[in-house]
Each structure stands twice: as structure tokens, then as C-alpha cells.
């Protein structure tokens, strides 16, 4: 036997090619492509069908690169099969590009790696499929600007009429239309000779074709037209495609381009910029500044929520009324108190309560959280960011049926907002440390890795000399393809629009603008830079080298950074993110300002808080005390209304003193020691009972005196008896009441003890976080992936192997059929491969009906089952006898 092995065949079908493929690169295509395995298909050839499908071919196609995808258009107006030399000219020109012969490789590697191109170098094949979707047509127009090849324009046109134009080219006639037009298509391939063509041409027909040249390749022409557009139409310059219309065939337009399929191929991605550089201290200390005052923001908004919160729309989510409210409580725009409410509501801390009068209020959860450290608070609100699909940006925009989108409504779950987030957040952590990024060098790299669709439907150009002479019939073009459009974060206030009817490609510019701004606002970034625990959040490699310390800080040198082709960020598993969650909690933790356990009291009625409290302090000081104003100091302002609401929690006179007293900086101003006791002095002196409810106090005198004020005639009071008075409002209504014309009343029990009145917490049953909606199926792990190849391996084993004749001399069954067998035959052939250890090709349905065919070595047949390895599942299993169709012998492999 020769020891010279034969070179392999070339692959005749993407199923062949797919067959060759080691589990390496099959893993590969099923981890890029993991629809192909939702369910694991049979075998190989399942597969290579399931690649071609229209759906799953679309969807590849939309997570190519931008050279990527020019490698795949260039093949679909290439011949079937094209050689690597064919594709290079076309992407590179007849002059060549350096950049694009470098980067060809890795695109034809990227598709065939996602099973978009199979074959040799010698032989590319574009899927069938995708060659469908991206060859131009008349009602798709290619982003190439192509137009039909002259096989193709000339598929209708009479023989007499094909051979006018050869003659008309300067050919001799041949005798049939197929050499005629192979004999023209040489023509336009020759660029000796279509120069020499062109040449001869008038100017004002080089004019025309210059119009036509980059797209898009159709023109209107007039019955009678002009000399100039008759000279193209003779030489097939210019072919009819219908009445009134003529096409550039293809070949004359690469020969016009020089050979080029696109107007600019871009092999580079182009680089992320650096708008500012700041010392990564700095970023570091304005992400954890942002980072605090994140964590102020949700506490705040749900202790405003405290005894329940708004009410829950019918179509769901909050009114326009209660986001203005909440945004008025939170001191910030609505936009910004919709992001904080959705990220609330993202990380599980606040729900609807689910009771007939549906409010909104926190979760037992919150509770929990509140009480961990601050900066692991921190990292659950911003992995919840991360992976949330609800994008608080489209609130206050249209849905499809013209409904406004509303915070914490159905509606605003786009599924590619999470893999944004990482992609964006992934180019800040490849810049410099300390490296603010622009805005629109952000957008064009993003445009780049996934190139915005083209519009579908060109547009034909009207006749006419100049732009539609009359009667000059002259065919014109224009070109251009929409891109992204610019937005800005304010694209919340103002953003508005119609949500549902986004563009694919506008909406993830305006999710690349909102992430840039709410990583600010939460403190992943500061001043723009990636921070140190923003950068272990998302799990990325050590930075670059840092910003020189002695650049100056703001808007300085642009740092241009060259990266190489990136795929989509491949999410961190659970356990990963947990891990990055962790890490940037740790890094965190130091910078976040240790809580005080002081205020700075002074004689106007105020305290300042220099720094953030000890919980223990706020919570108190929160009840004592109204917040006047924010900022890096808060200032608190003592009131009648805040000392009576602490004596109504159950605080007496000395309690407040002591309280003031051990936890103030300064003393203890005396109209804040006089305002104290005034209001302890008159707290309680009246009290409040359910009567319906009444009212009683031991000085008559001020009984009287509230009868004879007008503003208690709506309580309904009488006198019962001199120091009792009984009202027609209830308690709650009678307090209020009172509270209002300047009493300070409090509310008593049956026995006649006063209530303390603590604001009792609203909370809803136990709720789990709202799951992300997943952009198609997830990225299969490891496991699966082995075990899916392997199934697929085995049961293409199955359905290609070879089966020995049986006694009449015919395969037993063609492929994708069941083997038959009678029962006798079946458990006579099963028992001979136990003694021989042979394999078996196997038909087998199972208890729900599915037929399968697999790979069996029989180990035991007893009592109607049959033991045997099963190379299909990779493992030993037991069949019944009676759901086995038919068994037959696998013939031997040749050598």
C-alpha cells in the first residue's frame, strides 16, 4: 500500500464542509451561533440546513463587522465560486490596499467560521441564503451600489437585439445569444479594451456613466433618448430592464470603479478617541463621590415610598403626575428619577404590592439590602444595571399604537441594551487609565463592529439633462445609506419619539449615549474615565499605561487608540459576575466616605451634616428634622411641624435634648432648646379619641376657643361637656384638622394612653427582580457545547454510515429512513453482535412518538430489553425490544 495520502476533496455542500470541521471549530460556530443548537439538531446535515435558514442567516449577518460584511457583499457579487484572488480585487481594487490584504484573512475566517462561506480558497461559496440577501436586485438594491451582471440584464432581450449590441461593441456576431453575451461580458472584463471603449466614448456619455458609477445603477430614460444615452445603449453600456428604465450591468461598473465592489472598503475599526485625560485618582474619587450619591438617591426614593408608594396605572406603570412628584421629591429631572426608579425596580428593591388598590412600595429585599455595606449596596445595584434589558431612556416616547411609554410600564425592554452596556464600558476600559472618551468616536467604532442596515428599496433616478431636463432622457443616480443617528442622554427629556418604531441601528446609538450617562450618574465612570472598580465590574484586563500625571486635566491632546477587530462581548456567567461584583466592591470600599457621627447645630434653626450619617443619626435626625437642601453638606431645618412629628413617634422633650446634645459638634442653640419645649409643652394637651371621634382637654378655655374659630366648622364639633367636645370627623381627619389651625393635638387609646404615631412600612410580599429579555437564545456553556457536538457527531455516524446489503443485495434503508426489520430478525442480529461484539445501525421511536437512528454496540439482550453502548448519546442505555423498528450491520471501513 502506498504510504502518500490522498488530498482530501473538496467539500461538495455546506454539510460536507461542516463534516471536515474539527469539535474546535464546530464549537466555535455553534458558541457564535447558538440558534443552531436550540434544538440540538440530529447530525451535521440538520445543521448545514438549519445554517442556511433565512432567520438564522439574518441574524449572523447582523453581528458581522463592517469589513466583514463588505468581505460577504463583495462574494455576493462575485462569481459562484470565486477564488481568494477574485475577492481580494474586488475589495482591494486594481491598485491593491496593504490594510485590506491584511485584514482579508481574519474576515474570511470569521465567515467561514459562522458558516456564512464554505469551501477552498480556490472555490469560496457564499450560503445560498445569504448570497439571496445581500445580491442586488431591483427592489433590493445591494449596499455595494452593483447592479446585475449582463447575463442577467440580458435574460429577457431577443437574440436579434443582443447581437445588434455585440456588433454595435466592435465583436463579431456569433450564431447564439450565449456566446454573444459571454463574448460582451469578456469585453467589459478586458481592461485593455474597455479603456480603448471608453475612449471612443462622447463626454457627455462618460458623464452619464460617472452618475451611475457608485450607485445606485438604475436611470429612467424617455422613449426617444438622447444621443448620448443611445451610444451606451448600443454597446450595452447601458441595458433596458423595463419600459423607461436602464441598469448598469455590473461589470462595467467595476471596471469604472477599478475593480472595487465598494465606493471605501474599512479593513481598520476606527480608533476610540480621548477627549479629556485625568489623573486616575481623580476618576476613582468622582465615580465614588457619584457612587454615594447613587446609593442617597434610591434609599431616598424609597423611604419617600415608605407607607406605599403611587398608585399602579391599568396598562401598568406610573402616571406622568407621580413621576413629576417623585422627580420633585429627588430634586432631580423626571428622565433622571425614571432611570433611578427602573434601576430601583431592576435590582428587586421596590414592586407593585398586588392588593386590589395596586400601589407601588419597596420589597422585603430593600430591607436586606439596607442593611450591608455601602459599597456591596453599590455593586447589586450596578450588576443589576448591567444585565437589565429595561431602558429608562424610552420613557416619556410613543410605542407602536401611540401610547405613551411609561416608567416601570410594559414596553421599554430592549433586548440589546445589556450587550451595549458591555461593548461601551469594554472601549473605555481598552483606553488609557484616566482617558475620557468623545461621544462620536464612540459611536463611529460602535457603527463600525455592527454596521447600521441599509435602507431596503432604492430609489430610481428621474430622466432629465440637468436633473430633469425635458426630454434629454437623461439617466441619472444618487447614492447615500442612513447611519446612526446622533442623541444625546437629554434624548430622556426630549427624546420622546416613537419608541417601538426605532431603527434597530438609531436606538443602539441612543443606548451607547444613555449608558455614557448613566454609568456617570451610578459611579462606574467618573468624569467620564472608566473607574478602577467600574473596570473589575465588567471582569477587564489590567489598563493601559495611565495618563501622565502631568497632563493637564480637561479637554487636551486627542489619544487616538487602534484596536484590533472585536466580536461581541461575551456576557460573564453568574459566577464570573459575581466574582467582578465582589472584586469591585473591595476596590470601592475604601473611597466611599466613612459615615459621621456628628452635626454642626446652629442658631437658626438648622443643622448641617457635613458628610453622610450614621444611619442610626440620619433616621432620627430624618424624623426631627426637614432637609432644606443637598449637596456635599446636607442642612436640615428644625420646625414646630418636625419637633411634633419626633414627640408624635414617642420621643419626649429630654429625649430630643439628650439626643441633640451628644451628637452636635457645637451647642445646642437656645431658640432650638425653646422651640423643643414650646411644642413639648403643647403636645398632647388636647387629645383625640374615636367617638366617630372626640376631643378633650382640661382648660375648657381652649375648647372654646376652637369652637369659635371658623376653620373647625368642618369637623362637625359639639360640646359633650366642659372639657370634652365630640366631632363629626374621624381621628385621623380631626388631627389633621387641628394640626392645621396651629394645635398640637395628640391621638389617644381606648384606656385613654396617647398613641405613639410611627409611619408604619409598607412593604410588598416577596418579589424576584424582573428577568432580562434575552436577545435570541443564550451562549451555550462549555458543557453543553460538548455534549451537543457529540450527539450531532454521533448522529451523523448514523445516518452516513455505510450498512451492509441484506440477503436480496439492497442497502437496508436510504439516508434519513428507518432501518425495518421484522422482530425475529431484530432479536436475532442483536444477540450475534453481543457474541461478536459487533455495531449496529439501529431504528428506535420513543414513548412519545419520535423516531430516532442511532449507533448501538449491544452488551445484553434479556427479557425484551437490550442493553448496549450507545455512541449516539455516549453512553449505555436500555431499549425495549418492541419500540426498535429495525436493526442492520454496519459494513466495514475502508481503508
Known amino acids: 500500500m502506498s504510504t502518500e495520502e490522498k488530498p482530501a476533496a473538496a467539500p461538495r455542500s455546506l454539510a460536507e464542509a461542516l463534516r471536515g470541521r474539527d469539535d474546535v471549530s464546530l ?28 432567520a438564522s442567516v439574518v441574524r449572523a449577518l447582523e453581528r458581522l463587522d463592517r469589513f466583514t460584511l463588505q468581505t460577504a457583499q463583495a462574494l455576493a457579487v462575485a462569481a459562484d465560486p470565486a477564488s481568494y484572488g477574485e475577492l481580494l480585487g474586488l475589495l482591494a481594487g486594481d491598485d491593491g490596499d496593504p490594510a485590506v490584504s491584511a485584514a482579508l484573512p481574519h474576515a474570511l475566517g470569521v465567515l467561514r467560521e459562522q ?26 438594491p445591494s449596499p455595494t451600489g452593483l447592479g446585475p451582471t449582463v447575463r442577467e440584464a440580458t435574460a429577457g432581450m431577443s437574440p436579434g437585439r443582443i447581437q445588434e449590441i455585440v456588433t454595435a461593441a466592435g465583436l463579431p456576431s456569433t450564431h447564439d445569444s450565449v456566446s454573444a453575451v459571454t463574448a460582451l461580458t469578456d469585453l467589459f472584463n478586458d481592461p485593455a479594451r474597455m479603456s480603448a471603449l471608453l475612449d471612443e466614448a462622447p463626454a ?13 445603477p438604475y436611470g429612467q430614460v424617455t422613449a426617444e433618448p438622447a444621443a448620448r444615452l443611445r451610444w451606451l445603449l448600443d454597446r450595452g453600456l447601458l441595458l433596458p430592464t423595463a419600459p423607461g428604465t436602464v441598469v448598469l450591468p455590473r461589470e462595467v461598473a467595476l471596471r469604472l470603479r477599478a475593480g472595487r465592489a465598494h465606493p471605501a472598503t474599512e479593513p481598520v475599526p476606527p480608533s476610540v478617541e480621548a477627549a479629556a485625560a485625568h489623573r486616575p485618582q481623580v476618576v476613582d474619587a468622582t465615580a465614588a463621590g457619584q457612587a454615594y450619591t447613587a446609593l442617597a438617591t434610591v434609599e431616598e426614593l424609597l423611604k419617600d415610598w415608605h407607607e406605599g408608594g403611587p398608585a399602579v396605572l391599568r396598562s401598568g406603570g406610573l402616571s406622568v403626575r407621580d413621576l413629576k412628584r417623585t422627580a420633585a421629591a429627588l430634586d432631580v429631572t423626571e428622565p433622571v428619577a425614571a432611570f433611578w426608579v427602573e434601576l430601583a425596580y431592576a435590582a428587586g428593591l421596590l414592586a407593585s404590592d398586588g392588593e386590589a388598590d395596586e400601589r407601588y412600595a419597596a420589597t422585603p429585599a430593600y430591607d436586606e439590602w439596607r442593611e450591608i455595606p455601602d459599597a456591596e449596596r453599590w455593586a447589586r445595584l450596578a450588576t443589576a444595571w448591567l444585565a437589565a434589558t429595561r431602558t429608562a431612556g424610552l420613557v416619556g416616547g410613543r410605542d407602536a399604537k401611540d401610547h405613551t411609554l411609561s416608567a416601570l410600564g410594559p414596553g421599554l425592554d430592549r433586548s440589546a441594551a445589556p450587550e451595549v452596556r458591555h461593548r461601551v464600558l469594554a472601549l473605555l476600559a481598552a483606553l488609557p487609565e484616566g482617558a475620557a472618551p468623545s461621544g462620536d468616536s464612540v459611536l463611529a467604532r460602535l457603527r463600525w463592529e455592527r454596521p447600521p442596515r441599509a435602507g431596503r428599496g432604492g430609489t430610481t433616478s428621474p430622466a432629465g439633462g440637468e436633473r430633469g431636463g425635458p426630454g434629454s432622457g437623461e439617466a441619472t443616480g444618487s447614492g447615500g445609506a442612513p447611519g446612526y443617528g446622533a442623541g444625546t442622554y437629554a434624548g430622556h427629556p426630549g427624546a420622546g419619539g416613537r419608541a417601538a418604531g426605532d431603527g434597530g441601528d438609531d436606538l443602539r446609538a441612543r443606548l451607547a449615549l444613555w449608558v455614557l450617562a448613566e454609568a456617570e450618574m451610578l459611579g462606574v465612570t467618573g468624569r467620564g474615565a472608566l473607574s478602577t472598580h467600574g473596570r473589575a465590574l465588567i471582569g477587564a484586563p489590567a489598563p493601559r499605561q495611565p495618563a501622565s500625571e502631568a497632563e493637564p486635566e480637561g479637554p487636551g491632546d486627542k489619544l487616538p487608540v487602534h484596536h484590533r477587530p472585536a466580536p461581541a462581548p461575551v456576557p460573564l456567567s453568574p459566577a464570573e459576575q459575581a466574582a467582578a461584583a465582589a472584586a469591585a466592591a473591595r476596590l470601592l470600599a475604601p473611597l466611599l466616605p466613612e459615615p459621621l457621627d456628628h452635626v454642626l447645630l446652629q442658631a437658626d434653626l438648622t443643622a448641617v451634616a457635613p458628610g453622610p450619617l450614621e444611619r442610626p443619626l440620619a433616621d432620627m435626625l430624618g424624623v426631627l428634622a426637614d432637609v432644606e437642601s443637598k449637596g456635599g453638606a446636607t442642612v436640615y ?53 374615636a367617638a366617630s371621634a372626640y376631643l378633650r382637654c382640661d382648660d375648657d378655655a381652649v375648647l372654646g376657643e376652637i369652637l369659635a374659630d371658623k376653620r373647625a366648622a368642618g369637623l362637625g364639633l359639639r360640646r359633650l ?45 416577596p418579589r424576584t427582580p424582573p428577568e432580562p429579555v434575552p436577545d435570541g437564545p443564550p451562549v451555550p456553556d462549555d458543557t453543553l457545547l460538548g455534549a451537543a457536538i457529540r450527539a450531532v457527531r454521533a448522529g451523523d455516524r448514523a445516518a452516513t454510515a455505510p450498512r451492509r446489503p441484506t440477503a436480496g443485495g439492497d442497502r437496508p434503508g436510504g439516508l434519513g429512513e428507518l432501518p425495518r426489520t421484522t422482530a425475529a430478525e431484530t432479536l436475532a442480529t442483536l444477540q450475534a453482535a453481543v457474541l461478536t461484539g459487533g455495531t449496529l445501525w439501529m431504528g428506535y421511536v420513543n414513548a412519545e412518538g419520535a423516531a430516532s437512528q442511532r449507533v448501538i454496540a449491544p452488551v445484553r439482550v434479556e427479557g425484551g430489553f437490550v442493553t448496549a453502548y450507545d455512541h449516539t448519546a455516549d453512553e449505555v442505555r436500555t431499549y425495549p425490544l418492541h419500540r426498535i423498528t429495525g436493526v442492520a450491520e454496519l459494513a466495514d471501513e475502508e481503508d
Do not use: K
Open 204 to 216: 457627455e456619455s462618460v458623464e452619464v456613466l460617472e452618475r451611475l458609477v457608485w450607485g445606485p
Open 637 to 689: 431645618r428644625f420646625t414646630p411641624g418636625s419637633v411634633r412629628r419626633a414627640l408624635d413617634a414617642g420621643q419626649a422633650a429630654a429625649d430630643l435634648h439628650a439626643f441633640l446634645a451628644a451628637h452636635s459638634r457645637t451647642p445646642v442653640p437656645q431658640p432650638l432648646a425653646y422651640l423643643i419645649d414650646d411644642v413639648a409643652r403643647r403636645h398632647g394637651h388636647l387629645r383625640v379619641g
Open 115 to 140: 458558516a456564512l462561506v464554505w469551501g477552498g480558497d480556490d472555490r469560496l461559496r457564499l450560503v445560498r441564503t445569504a448570497r439571496e440577501l445581500l445580491a442586488p436586485s431591483p427592489q433590493h
Open 27 to 54: 464549537a466555535a460556530l455553534l458558541r457564535g451561533r447558538p440558534d443552531l443548537i436550540t434544538p440540538v439538531p440530529t447530525d451535521l446535515t440538520q445543521l448545514a440546513t438549519r445554517a442556511g435558514t433565512r
Open 721 to 765: 361637656a366642659p372639657t370634652v367636645l365630640a366631632a363629626q370627623a374621624d381621628p385621623a381627619g380631626l388631627l389633621a384638622g387641628l394640626r392645621a389651625m396651629g394645635f398640637a393635638p395628640a391621638a389617644e387609646s381606648a384606656e385613654g394612653d396617647v398613641l405613639i404615631a410611627r409611619a408604619d412600612a409598607h412593604r410588598t410580599p
